[in-house]
């Protein structure tokens, strides 16, 4: 039995691999098999997950609106189960060309959901984002009505609609969307971390540049918010946190008949401020920093009840945001421009 990794070699996906392939518990014992179209990583990363299990993994360079490709992988290996990570995740990105987020996130889904209907594998836990809470104020749980307020949330929103659709229509589908909020951190071997193109758009990735001398100074996106220093306060996650409760969320498929929303989150907000000064702390670096005006769509406090995963997966958070910030620097320090 193999299980199926879309976007293995990205961000999430690779720490995610890792936690599968080190697995001791036995119960989940499958080959892996990712298919990632490198838009957004690189081969590198493989090799580094077999530097940190000694283990190797079935890797297939495609595109998942590919629907060729798709029929081969599952006619040559007999999936399981899917993970599906693959997707397109700037936000700013998606305002400029949007058609190209419709077509990869949603279209890209739907042809991966045709091909797993016509093997009959009905078991996936796809990557959705908290963005899909719109402005709601928090904590944000998962009865909360849905919106978005850019096309990449859209194409989130759209996808978790379209698998609400199939797990209604056809009761053997089970299925988890599990909703993302900050997902920071790196692997503590400092061997995989998150390695973005260009400027990043995302605080963390940004701050640990600043501190490698790759960028020069942060720019804090407003200090008027009705928060505890006036800046956004956000639910950071270790990113090995998050790759947990997808090993959860796949042991405890069977048990979720239907589609579920599922929040992975801490259920804390911290602020820009407070991770600027954690990360000079733990770095021994000063951060330069300047405040700007807002960034436009910014919400002033977003943070999770992080109680049905807790509940449904028997999964919480373990790492703190010292345990994040360490390791983003581990990771940023050993590898200043990251896999390249
Ligand atoms: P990432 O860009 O590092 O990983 C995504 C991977 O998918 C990349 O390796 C990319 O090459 C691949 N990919 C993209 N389009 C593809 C296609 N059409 N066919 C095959 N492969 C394709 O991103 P990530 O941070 O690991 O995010 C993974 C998923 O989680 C995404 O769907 C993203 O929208 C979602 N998510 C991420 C965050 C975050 O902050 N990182 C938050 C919420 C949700
Ligand atoms: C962003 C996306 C969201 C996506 C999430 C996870 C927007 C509007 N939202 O959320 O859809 O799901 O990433 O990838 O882009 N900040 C700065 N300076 C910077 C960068 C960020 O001050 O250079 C601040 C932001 O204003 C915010 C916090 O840091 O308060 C976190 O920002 P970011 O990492 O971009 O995540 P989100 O805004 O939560």
Redesign the pocket.
């Known amino acids: 039995m193999s299980l199926l990794i879309?976007?293995g070699?990205?961000?999430?996906?690779s720490h995610t691999v890792v936690e599968l392939l080190q697995l001791t518990d036995g119960n989940i014992e499958q080959d892996i098999v990712i298919?990632?179209?490198?838009?957004?990583?690189s081969t590198k990363v493989l090799e580094r997950i077999t530097q940190i299990t000694d283990k190797t993994v079935t890797f297939i360079e495609?595109?998942?609106?590919d629907e060729s490709a798709l029929e081969r992988i599952f006619t040559q290996h007999t999936i399981e189960a899917v993970i599906h990570?693959?997707?397109?995740?700037a936000v700013g990105e998606s305002n400029e060309i949007p058609l190209a987020y419709y077509d990869?996130?949603v279209s890209?889904t739907v042809t991966l959901l045709q091909v797993m209907k016509k093997h009959q594998v009905k078991k996936l836990v796809f990557?959705?984002?908290?963005?899909v809470y719109g402005d709601n104020e928090s904590p944000l749980h998962e009865g909360m009505t849905t919106s978005a307020t850019n096309p990449?949330g859209q194409t989130?929103l759209m996808v978790e609609n379209i698998l609400f659709d199939v797990a209604k229509s056809d009761a053997d589908w089970s299925i988890a969307c599990l909703r993302?909020f900050?997902?920071i951190g790196a692997h503590q071997s400092g061997l995989i971390g998150?390695s973005p193109n260009g400027i990043p758009n995302?605080l963390l990735p940004y701050v640990s540049q600043v501190a490698v001398g790759r960028l020069k100074e942060l720019q804090v996106f407003g200090d008027d918010y009705n928060t505890i220093d006036g800046t956004g306060v956000r639910d950071y996650i270790h990113v090995i946190d998050l790759a947990l409760g997808h090993v959860k969320a796949l042991q405890n498929l069977e048990a979720i008949k239907g589609c579920k929303a599922i929040n992975l989150g801490t259920g804390n907000g911290t602020s820009v401020l407070e991770i600027v000064n954690n990360f000079s702390e733990i770095s021994g670096v000063s951060i330069p920093y300047k405040v700007v005006p807002r960034r436009a769509g910014d919400l002033a406090t977003v943070y999770a009840d992080a109680s049905l995963a807790n509940e449904l997966l028997a999964w919480k958070t373990q790492y703190s945001i010292t345990d994040m910030i360490a390791d983003t620097w581990r990771w940023q320090s050993k590898n200043p421009n990251g896999y390249n």
Do not use: C, M, Q
């Open positions: 879309t976007g070699t990205g961000y999430i996906g298919v990632d179209n490198l838009s957004n990583s495609a595109d998942i609106r990570f693959a997707g397109l995740k990869n996130n890209g990557s959705s984002s908290a963005t990449y989130k993302y900050n997902p998150e995302n």
